[in-house]
């Protein structure tokens, strides 16, 4: 296939590159910075992508992140890759703080009681909940009894506020993504097209100067330059 990679990598290795790749976090946010300033569309589709996909990472639909960004890219007319490429704001560093805000917003928003230490049981409580599912699958297939009261738990402790509270926090950082990104990338592309358009002008202007000097031209077409005199006897 065009797009496997050459050296498959072991399981372990990509768990240790999904929590912080080779270069870093610093070098992998530049390069999707990058990536995203060059998309050939106007600034205004790709900054709605953006807002798509920084929404998305405030949604509790962990492992299907790229789906729903690209379902709400779709509905706002967006671009696609850039909506992708945002969804990136959520990661291994960032997942945390991104919980305990959404998951605090939501009891807030519907008046209950924010479970206690939230940012150190989050994460368990998500293992938890994909433990329990996993299991119920598993007991299904084997006939065994099913056991939903831990998932009950954790979609009223956890998922259903943090859904509701995602909103709010989504939409801000949207937003801010999107006021600040369209000028950005309107400046960097016109300056993109500057640098092309000189960079084709100057090879525009060599290529002329090589076929002028060429001793294959035209005698009409040399530059004008001194002539020899040719001395007569008298």
Known sequence: MVFRRRDRRPPLRAVAEFLWPRGGWGRAFLYVKHRIRRLPDSPERIARG???????????FYGVHFIVAAVLSRLMNGNLLAALSATFFGNPLTYVPIGVISLQTGHW??????????????????LA?????WYN?????????????????????????YMIGGVI??????????????????????RRRRKIKAKFEAIK?????????????????????????VLRPD
């Open 50 to 60: 953006i807002w798509a996909g920084l929404f998305t990472t405030f949604t509790p």
């Open 109 to 126: 928003v519907l008046g209950s009681q924010p479970v206690a230490e939230v940012d150190a049981t989050l994460t368990d409580k998500f």
């Open 129 to 133: 909940a994909g433990s329990d599912l």
């Open 137 to 161: 699958v598993y007991a299904i297939a084997t006939g065994m009894p099913t056991d939903w009261s831990g998932l009950e738990i954790f979609y009223d402790e956890v998922f259903y506020p």
């Open 169 to 190: 926090p989504g939409i801000v950082v949207g937003t801010i993504g999107y006021i600040l990104s369209v000028p950005v990338i309107r400046t960097y592309q016109h």
């Open 205 to 229: 202007k060599r290529a002329e100067l090589e076929a002028v000097n060429s001793p294959h031209a035209p005698s009409g077409t040399k530059p004008p330059g001194r002539t020899s005199r």
